[in-house]
């Protein structure tokens, strides 16, 4: 799962806007949307792109942020 909260902030301190970030995964604005909502699950590729244009460089933040076991 992904940890909603913690992927919010990031984006937020990015100063990227979220529709630029969809587009540059590839995925429309609302999957972007559900995929972060837990919708859906993000693909190995797109957790790549997402943390290379947010700049999630530990793996402990990684594991943290997409692959939360319960999140709040």
């Known amino acids: ?3 909603t909260e913690e ?3 990031i984006i937020k301190e990015s100063g990227l806007k ?3 970030i969809a587009k540059a ?3 429309s604005r609302q999957g972007f ?3 972060c909502e837990n919708k859906s699950e993000f693909t190995s590729t797109e957790i790549a792109s997402l943390c290379e244009l947010l700049n999630i460089t530990k793996l402990t933040d990684k594991e943290r942020i997409f692959f939360a076991k ?3």
């Open 1 to 3: 799962m992904t940890n």
């Open 7 to 9: 992927l919010e902030m």
């Open 18 to 20: 979220k529709s630029y």
């Open 25 to 27: 995964i590839n995925l």
């Open 33 to 35: 949307k559900n995929k």
């Open 70 to 72: 319960q999140v709040i």
